[in-house]
Each structure stands twice: as structure tokens, then as C-alpha cells.
């Protein structure tokens, strides 16, 4: 493992902490729904590196916290749903073309 992934922990990454402030502030905001655009998410998670990205916070909340109740998991989870929601719809092809 590079050294920068065994130092990395998603609580220092603004990839998923700035996510994670959005949520809250829709939150606070008192919004009691977001609309999650499906192929928009599955473009995302397949094309994109977002899945990666949690698989590599996941493993920093496994090694850093364990089971030891700081909630990372939770929060990383709710920064997910928050990048999902904000995925663009993947460009159609103009069928006028």
C-alpha cells in the first residue's frame, strides 16, 4: 500500500467533508426530500470513481476507527447520498443529429 493511502483518512478529505456539509445543510435547511437522478447515479458509479473513492474511505474507517462508534461509516454514508443526488444526467445523443 503507497504510504499517502496508509495515512489517508476520510475525515481530511474534502471530497467527502465538503459532501458531507452539503447534506447538513439541506438538513438545517429543513428540505425533507432529494431526488436521485438513476442514471445519473449508475453513470456515476460506473464510469465514474466515486465507488473506489468510498471503497478507499470505508477501508480508512476500518483501520483508523474500527468499531469504536465515530460514526464515520455513517457519515460517509450520507456524504454518498449527497454526491449521488448532485450526479448530472449523462449526455443523450441529440436525436436530431
Do not use: C, N
Not at 55 to 79: D, F, I, N, T, Y
Amino acid at each position: 500500500m503507497p504510504e499517502e493511502e496508509a495515512d489517508y483518512h476520510w475525515d481530511e478529505d474534502p471530497y467527502w467533508t465538503t459532501a458531507l456539509d452539503r447534506f447538513r445543510g439541506i438538513r438545517e435547511a429543513d428540505q425533507p426530500s432529494i431526488t436521485l437522478d438513476l442514471a445519473a447515479v449508475e453513470e456515476a458509479v460506473f464510469r465514474g470513481d466515486i465507488a473506489y473513492r468510498l471503497m478507499q474511505a470505508m477501508a480508512s474507517v476500518k483501520e483508523h476507527e474500527g468499531w469504536e462508534g465515530h460514526r464515520g461509516a455513517p457519515r460517509l454514508a450520507l456524504a454518498l447520498v449527497q454526491l449521488l443526488s448532485e450526479a448530472a444526467p449523462p449526455h443523450l445523443p441529440d436525436p436530431a443529429t
